[in-house]
């Protein structure tokens, strides 16, 4: 098992920018994917940017050339970059990560713009 906490939320006017952050309690080098997803109010959860073991990345084509995915191994973290933030970027924002056949998420950071 792994045990997941992000951090890094907060309240930012539109066009501001933050670093969210997702701790591992193991290697994440192993891991076959690393995700953030998003939740908003009355809204499915929704991919927002991958990475995978291998290094490949993947962005829902709402945060392109907005937000950038990356990974420390040596620190078991997953960061995710929120650039030219909008009023709809708001939302509760979770970390996953997958490995074999399992999968855990963490318990989720709220990321709220002001427009």
């Known amino acids: 098992q792994v045990q997941l906490v992000e951090s890094g939320g907060g309240l930012v006017q539109a066009g501001g920018s933050l670093r969210l952050s997702c701790a591992a309690s193991r290697n994440i080098f192993n891991m076959n994917v690393m995700a953030w997803y998003r939740q908003a109010p009355g809204k499915q959860r929704e991919l927002v940017a991958e990475?995978?073991?291998?290094?490949?990345?993947n962005y829902a084509d709402s945060v392109k050339g907005r937000f950038t995915i990356s990974r420390d191994s040596a620190l078991n973290t997953v960061y995710l970059q929120l650039n030219s933030l909008k009023p709809e970027d708001t939302a509760i924002y979770y970390c996953?990560?997958?490995?074999?056949?399992?999968?855990?998420w963490g318990q989720g950071t709220q990321v709220t713009v002001s427009s």
């Open positions: 996953k990560a997958e490995w074999d056949s399992f999968y855990a």
């Open positions: 990475i995978t073991s291998g290094g490949s990345t």
